[in-house]
Nanobody
Framework: QVQLVESGGGSVQTGGSLRLSCVVS????????LGWFRQAPGKEREGVGA???????NYADSVLGRFTISKDNIKNILYLHMNNLEPDDTAMYYC??????????????????????WGQGTQVTVSA
């Protein structure tokens, strides 16, 4: 069973930065996509961005230019670098792994049902 464990969440003020990490027990598929999602109270889970097995990335419009996704293939760690944070970024953040890659998976939009494995989430709170 693949396990994904997020960390790095916390509370920051508007304009602050955080780096989230997601340790993946193993890259399950030879071709894959790793995504970051977030869910605020009372809202649906939404995709933030994704990176595929080739290292290509794409992002939701709401975070474009502020968030960056990267991965360490040796340590099996996925990262979400978040800069210039805003109160609307407050949410539980999740990483997930999907068994396919390609430009459609890189989104947007991001399909929650395409992803097989999920972490437990890490909370990010941005105060005004």
């Amino acid at each position: 069973q693949v396990q994904l464990v997020e960390s790095g969440g916390g509370s920051v003020q508007t304009g602050g930065s955080l780096r989230l990490s997601c340790v993946v027990s193993r890259w399950t598929y030879s071709r894959y996509c790793l995504g970051w999602f977030r869910q605020a109270p009372g809202k649906e889970r939404e995709g933030v961005g994704a990176i595929d097995s080739d290292g290509s990335t794409n992002y939701a419009d709401s975070v474009l230019g502020r968030f960056t996704i990267s991965k360490d293939n040796i340590k099996n760690i996925l990262y979400l670098h978040m800069n210039n944070l805003e109160p609307d970024d407050t949410a539980m953040y999740y990483c997930a792994e999907a068994p396919v890659s390609g430009h459609l998976m890189l989104g947007p939009p991001y399909r929650v049902d395409y992803y097989d494995f999920w972490g437990q989430g890490t909370q990010v709170t941005v105060s005004a």
